[in-house]
């Protein structure tokens, strides 16, 4: 168990790890005030999975884990340890989200972002700074560097929305047969529009979903918390599980909203946000399995600023309508009031359900990645090992208690038990081509290469994996590993040229597997180095639990 009095080189690195089923839950803990409560110790908390106590098996302390900054990599070597693409300190994502967001939206988002960057002082904080439009991007890299940051965001150009949906016309209140034609018009016409709705949902929750792996698999192998400011002007749908463990009174409790009668699905979100949950249960669960076990925290920032219903309706067709003193603008001052609640209610269970906090209804967004900042100061890490050893893909609730009185805990509230490694029919292979296409690493698993040119035309590729960060199955008496290798070439375009790829799927007896453990898994690739080649792009993916680990770099020939 890690102390406060621990150095931090003495800290274990918390990262996902194949073999077990260790459960982690970052607890932020601070005064009313909201300042953060220090030297707080492993007896002062309690934690209960599903009502039941559990023992607590890691502790850290907020700033133990604190880290230097990468190590740089020998040249000709090709490497995602945490060693060499970790950035110093806890990681921090802005994410610019043009998928769920306006282009005015966006580029109130880039300039605020410009504000908080240029006021920073003094370099220090690791931010990356990434995109999200028909995919996840990354415009900059882990940097201290504020005048780094400010580069990347300034390069950072608002996109239209993808297959954003036309406003439904206006129906004029006709009498006699105009009428009639009229109304039989704006109803084909809403029909129309609700199917390019429906549409426009299906692709922003499928993307966003798609993200959402991309985060996990890139932080995932990286030690400790790492916070994800999500910038955007909606959220296509909720992390809350269909089926919690809860009472009515834990759920009246812990969804936002309380006090109004509302129904679960409101609450968590409107229709259209449950819908999406509904239509793609699985695929959230999974994505939100993949965000625990990565350790990430996200942090809603709400685009629109200070809004109340009213701002945008003088450009709406209904406010032009005879009745725009009456009840006509009520209504439509409801609806759109209605939907905006409902949006903010979904940022707020995103970031219930991962421990962070949702910032909203204020001018300045730079308040809210502050926030997330703030919380590093009074994250303390609490890992255990659940006694219910049946991992049954259910949703398991966390409750955590804190001996000392006048203070204010916050944390994700559960999180599914999954195994991976019972996934039936899984697609991984379109996995490894996206996370190919990523341009960062993906850190779930973790390894090291070598690419040496060997005949003209011609190299070698050798591959050394971690092999705490693969699985081994039990097979009468030795451990079987199921593992992919991939080397592809990539020119100039961002084209693919060439690519190779070895299967190993074998068991290896107990002094062999205890080798591989010490020294790692080492397999060699040759293959034809393709004209016009210039990139290296590796990757490497276990068969059983879909971790991936990629990596890349100049090719040298």
Avoid: C
């Avoid at 997330?372 to 994250?379: G, I």
């Amino acid at each position: 168990m890690v102390t406060a009095q621990q150095a931090a080189a003495d800290v274990p690195d918390i990262t996902i790890r194949a073999n077990t089923r260790l459960v982690v839950i970052d607890v932020v803990v601070t005064y009313k005030n909201g300042l953060p409560v220090p030297g707080l110790k492993p007896e002062d908390f309690t934690i209960e999975e599903n009502g039941k106590k559990q023992k607590v098996s890691v502790f850290v302390p907020p700033g133990i884990q604190n880290r230097p900054a990468p190590a740089p990599v020998t040249p000709g070597i090709f490497s995602n340890h945490p060693e060499s693409v970790a950035p110093a300190g806890v990681p921090t994502v802005l994410l610019l989200d043009a998928t769920n967001s306006s282009f005015l939206n966006q580029a109130y988002a880039r300039s605020q972002m410009l504000q908080y960057v240029s006021e920073q002082s003094h370099a220090g904080q690791s931010i990356a700074v990434m995109t999200m439009s028909d995919r996840l991007r990354v415009l900059q890299d882990f940097t201290t560097d504020p005048q780094i940051l400010l580069t990347a965001i300034r390069n950072f150009k608002p996109e239209s929305r993808i297959l954003q949906a036309a406003p439904p016309a206006p129906v004029s209140e006709m009498g006699g047969q105009g009428g009639a034609m009229i109304a039989s018009a704006a109803a084909q016409i809403a029909s129309f529009a609700n199917m390019q709705i429906g549409y426009d949902l299906e692709r922003r929750t499928l993307i966003t979903i798609d993200a959402m792996h991309t985060l996990s698999r890139t932080l995932g192998g990286l030690p400790g918390r790492k916070n994800v400011v999500w910038l955007t002007a909606n959220l296509p749908f909720d992390l809350i599980p269909e089926d919690r463990n809860m009472t009515d009174a834990e759920l009246l409790a812990d969804l936002p909203g309380q006090g109004r009668q509302r129904s679960v699905s409101v609450n968590g979100a409107g229709s259209l946000a449950a819908e999406a949950r509904t239509l793609h249960n699985q695929e959230i669960k999974d994505a939100e399995s993949q965000l625990a076990s990565a350790n990430i925290a996200i942090y809603p920032v709400d685009l629109r600023g200070l809004v109340g219903g009213m701002e945008s309706l003088a450009s709406r067709s209904e406010a032009h309508n005879s009745d725009i003193h009456g009840a006509g603008l009520a209504n439509a001052a409801l609806r759109q009031s209605g939907s905006l609640n409902a949006s903010q209610d979904t940022m707020r269970e995103v970031a219930q359900e991962t421990g962070g906090k949702a910032y909203m209804n204020e001018n300045e967004i730079k308040q809210g990645v502050a926030l997330a900042m703030a919380d590093d100061k009074a994250s303390y890490t609490i890992g255990y090992y659940p006694e219910n050893k049946k991992w049954d893909g259910k949703y398991r609730t966390v409750k955590v208690k804190l001996s000392q009185a006048d203070t204010e805990v916050r944390y994700r509230k559960g999180y599914f038990a999954v195994d991976t490694t019972q996934q039936k029919n899984p697609n991984y292979e379109s996995d490894v081509a996206a996370a190919i296409l990523f341009n960062a690493p993906a850190t779930q698993i973790s390894f090291k290469a070598q690419a040496k040119p060997t005949d003209p035309g011609k190299m070698r590729v050798v591959f050394l994996v971690d092999a705490h960060t693969l699985t081994a199955e039990d097979a009468g008496g030795s451990r079987k590993m199921n593992v992919n290798f991939y080397a592809t070439v990539w020119g100039s375009g961002d084209k693919s040229l060439g690519a190779h790829t070895i299967k190993v799927d074998k068991a290896f007896d107990a002094a062999t597997y205890q080798q591989i453990l010490d020294h790692g898994m080492m397999v060699p690739i040759d293959m034809d180095v393709p004209a016009g080649g210039t990139e290296l792009r590796l990757a490497v993916l276990d068969n059983k639990t879909g971790f991936i680990g990629t990596v890349s770099g100049p090719l040298r020939q």
